[in-house]
C-alpha cells in the first residue's frame, strides 16, 4: 500500500557528496519508520540507517560520521547525506518502510514497502 520513490544517484569521485531522497505515497500513517539499504553486486543487502517517525535514527558502523538520514514528514520524503564517499559506497541503495520500530535490530523481513533503487557509484 505504501509506495517508494528513490532518486539522487549518480556517479561521484571518491570524497565526494550525493543526497538521496525517497517520497512516500500511499498509506503513509501505517509506516513507523523508514530504512536505507544497499546492495552490491554479488553482496547481501546491507542495512545502511533507519529513522522512526520521531527521528529516532540509527547507522551502521561504515558510514557513522559521514552519512545522515533525515525526513520530512510534511513532504513524506526521507533523505540520506552521503559525504566523504568511498568506492566500498558503491551499491544500488533502496529505501523502505515498516510498520514497526525495531530498535537497534533489523532485517529485511521487517521492510514490508520498498522502492526500485538508485545506483551510487564511487570512482576512485
Known amino acids: 500500500q505504501v509506495q517508494l520513490v528513490e532518486s539522487g544517484g549518480g556517479l561521484v569521485q571518491a570524497e565526494g557528496s550525493l543526497r538521496l531522497s525517497c517520497t512516500t505515497s500511499?498509506?503513509?500513517?501505517?509506516?513507523?519508520?523508514m530504512g536505507w539499504y544497499r546492495q552490491a553486486p554479488g553482496k547481501q543487502r546491507e542495512l545502511v540507517a533507519t529513522?522512526?517517525?520521531?527521528?529516532?535514527?540509527n547507522y551502521t558502523d561504515s558510514v557513522k560520521g559521514r552519512f545522515t538520514i533525515s525526513r520530512d514528514n510534511a513532504k513524506n520524503t526521507v533523505y540520506l547525506q552521503m559525504n566523504s564517499l568511498k568506492p566500498e559506497d558503491t551499491a544500488v541503495y533502496y529505501c523502505a518502510a515498516s510498520s514497526w520500530w525495531y530498535g537497534t535490530s533489523w532485517s529485511p523481513a521487517d521492510f514490508a514497502s520498498w522502492g526500485q533503487g538508485t545506483q551510487v557509484t564511487v570512482s576512485s
Open positions: 500511499g498509506s503513509i500513517f501505517a509506516v513507523a519508520a
Open positions: 529513522i522512526s517517525t520521531g527521528g529516532i535514527t
